[in-house]
């Protein structure tokens, strides 16, 4: 054997098998977020970080990339083919963007990521000092990260922020913060069943019972939140992303918790009951008429489970929704009980499953989902995520509640949204960090203005 011939056999021995997976088909629920991108209304998710103290932009830049050699799908863009649409590795980090730290806007403008042409990983970093050509940046720094949908879902970009902050201390000689890494080669897997032959059987009529259930959903007419048709344009709008917060007080977020606690139910379902609550409220005010019909929030469901503990950036999540007539929506015990009496049962049942299956039957009969997402319809009426303890497990020193990153700098805040859409304009979502609990509200400001967001956003606090 030659020896430019052996050396060619080692190559490919020790190449990372992430590369042999490339170019990646994409999952239904991964085609459903390509497609249902519009230039007007992007599919991305947002989450913001705020940090106080001394930052470093070439560590953080550095550690960014190193990161990203373990979460690929983050620097991949998408290719068609006949129809099918793969992921596609570009070779490309994203660049830092700059920009300066606005008080009344905490998250920097946005135009969303066009997924043929660019990554789908967009990172802004603000700082309160105008001075942006500094690498070493004091005060508060916000650090925004725009992740496209087909992407990553919310628990996969948090992941892969730990990971960076995991890399920044390393590389700063605060913390020996080591943790097993991501296993790229997991990307494979995403998108599967992933139980084992019993369970498959036993959730088999489940399963059906799911799918007939989402069709029975596509009988009900759903209540756009407001008349307004949204807007048709090659961009969104000039403050896209549009998103306001409210942060509870620990003693608040307490209060809340042993309010659920007493109804016997989660703070998951009580997030939903009070977009529930809220919604009804703001169209009963504001929306003359169109009554018949049903409010309905689309809500993201985790499908991870043990063997995914080392998933790099994917989604692994799909959809459930829940209508409620209008009339029917009142601030009841008897009202909290049927949204949990609902919601355990999606979960007993497996029934975050149904969507994907649904997804992956149309694309089988139709070739892609493209005819799924576009059209003059409201499907839901706004989108609830709840997030959960953020970060309660990177190994990091904490002073407070809050990360600590390096000697002089703490993670102090952090917010996230989903993307909203034609149709559905809300996107809300609640996490809970250093043991106080934020709720976002992403809007669309086409058809809703400020005040009828922070009306909506305040009637959810109550």
Request: with cysteine; glycine share 6%.
């Amino acid at each position: 054997m030659s020896s430019a011939k052996a050396g060619m056999e080692r190559s490919a021995m020790t190449e990372p098998p992430i590369f042999k997976l490339f170019p990646l088909r994409l999952t239904p629920f991964e085609e459903y977020m390509l497609l249902d991108n519009q230039p007007a209304y992007p599919m991305s998710c947002f989450v913001l970080l705020k940090l106080r103290g001394e930052f470093d932009v070439s560590i953080f830049e550095s550690a960014l990339r190193q990161t990203l050699e373990y979460h690929p799908l983050l620097t991949c863009a998408v290719t068609e083919a006949n129809g099918r649409f793969y992921w596609q590795q570009t070779g490309a980090i994203p660049p830092v963007a700059r920009a300066p730290l606005e008080a009344d806007r905490r998250f920097p403008s946005a135009q969303g990521i066009d997924l043929f042409h660019e990554p789908a990983l967009k990172v802004t970093v603000c700082n309160e000092n105008i001075q942006l050509q500094e690498i070493k940046l004091t005060g508060q720094t916000n650090i925004m990260f725009e992740v496209h949908h087909s992407a990553c879902d919310a628990a996969g970009i948090v992941r892969f922020i730990e990971d960076i902050f995991c890399r920044y201390a390393r590389q700063t000689g605060f913390a020996d913060a080591q943790r097993e890494a991501v296993k790229p080669d997991g990307l494979a897997r995403r998108g599967t069943f992933r139980l084992n032959r019993g369970e498959i059987l036993q959730s088999l009529s489940k399963q059906f019972w799911g799918i007939f259930r989402a069709w029975t959903f596509l009988l009900n007419r759903v209540l756009p939140l407001t008349p307004k048709k949204p807007v048709d344009t090659q961009k969104p709008s000039a403050d896209y992303p549009a998103i306001l917060f409210r942060t509870f007080t620990e003693s608040e977020t307490q209060n809340i918790r042993q309010r659920v606690r007493a109804l016997g139910i989660t703070l998951n379902d009580w997030l939903l009951c009070a977009a529930f609550f809220a919604m009804n409220n703001w169209r009963e005010q504001h929306v003359a008429g169109e009554k018949k019909g049903h409010l309905r929030l689309a809500v993201p469901t985790n499908l991870r489970t043990s063997e995914d503990a080392l998933m790099p950036a994917a989604n692994i999540v799909s959809m459930v929704f829940l209508d409620r007539k209008p009339k029917d929506i009142q601030r009841s015990e008897s009202f909290y009980q049927g949204v949990h009496r609902e919601m355990d049962h999606i979960k007993r049942c497996h029934l975050g499953w149904a969507f994907i299956h649904g997804l992956a039957v149309y694309r089988r009969l139709f070739g892609n989902v493209r005819k799924m997402v576009h059209g003059d319809r409201c499907w839901s009426t706004a989108t609830v995520s709840n997030l959960g303890r953020l970060f309660a497990d990177v190994p990091l020193p904490q002073r407070d509640g809050h990360i600590r990153v390096d000697d002089s700098l703490e993670l102090i805040g952090v917010e996230a949204c989903p993307p909203v859409r034609a149709w559905t304009p809300l996107g809300i979502s609640a996490m809970t960090y250093a043991d106080q609990m934020v709720i976002n509200l992403h809007y669309d400001p086409h058809v809703l203005t400020r005040g009828d967001a922070q009306s909506i956003l305040e009637d959810m606090a109550m």
